[in-house]
């Protein structure tokens, strides 16, 4: 299973980036997709998660600024962020998990992980 995790970047306060996850390795539309954030000296935190069905889930530090989204047919999860604050600087990772209700129990009950990608909110 490979996650890669890409469209980080640095962007000033207000502004927008759109993150992608590609997969490969796993029956993409079985998995509960998601992410998780980590910033320097904190732990890792989760951001959003979308069910088979498309159902979502945010963390409350992002809702209404943050969207997330899937395509089955590219095996691809996103996330659109908005209305960036300097405070979601950090590393963002995809995750996937086929059980339902894993997300919710934090990081360590997630079975696959992406590498990460930056991102950087200046103020």
């Known amino acids: 299973v490979q996650l890669q995790a890409s469209g980080g970047g640095l962007v000033q306060a207000g502004g927008s980036l759109r993150l992608s996850c590609e997969t490969s390795g796993l029956t993409f539309s079985s998995y509960i997709m998601g992410w998780f954030r980590q910033a320097p000296g904190k732990e890792r935190e989760f951001v959003a998660s979308?069910?088979?069905?498309?159902?979502?889930s945010y963390g409350d530090s992002v809702k209404g600024r943050f969207t997330i989204s899937r395509d089955n047919a590219r095996n691809t999860v996103y996330l659109q962020m908005n209305s960036l604050k300097p405070e979601d600087t950090a590393v963002y990772y995809c995750?996937?998990?086929?059980?339902?209700?894993?997300?919710?129990?934090?990081?360590?009950?997630?079975?696959?992980w992406g590498k990460g990608t930056l991102v950087t909110v200046s103020s």
């Open positions: 995750a996937a998990d086929p059980v339902y209700g894993s997300f919710d129990l934090g990081p360590t009950s997630v079975d696959y």
């Open positions: 979308i069910t088979r069905g498309s159902s979502t």
